[in-house]
């Protein structure tokens, strides 16, 4: 019986660390693709009668960058996203096997 209620007492405590972890995911990610997608084509629209040629393919590369960057960092904050929910439920799992 101790068994089964530390199961279930672990599996709320995934649940709600998974869940903390996903609403604070969600939280950020649209502030991650404001700041990338937004700096560089405003630059471009607000000076595009005092740039150069040569400036848009440097604009072209950082936005380029920026957004290969935003790639990375959210792939790796998904991702744990996505192994603390698989932790949460094989832990719901387990308590609804031995429950």
């Known amino acids: ?3 089964t209620e530390a199961l279930r ?5 995934l ?5 903390a972890l996903t ?6 990610t649209w502030l991650r693709f404001t700041l990338v997608f937004f ?3 405003f630059l471009v629209v607000l000076l595009r009668l005092q740039l150069e040629s040569w400036h848009y393919f ?3 590369g950082a936005y ?7 790639y990375v960092i959210d792939g790796r904050a998904s991702d744990k996203c996505a192994v603390a929910e698989r932790a949460a439920e094989a832990a719901e799992q387990a308590c609804a096997s031995a429950g």
């Open 1 to 3: 019986m101790e068994d």
């Open 9 to 13: 007492q672990r599996a709320i405590a």
């Open 15 to 19: 649940r709600a660390a998974a869940d």
């Open 23 to 28: 609403r604070g995911y969600r939280r950020a």
């Open 39 to 41: 700096p560089v084509p």
């Open 58 to 60: 440097v604009l072209g």
């Open 64 to 70: 380029l960058g920026f957004s290969a960057l935003l």
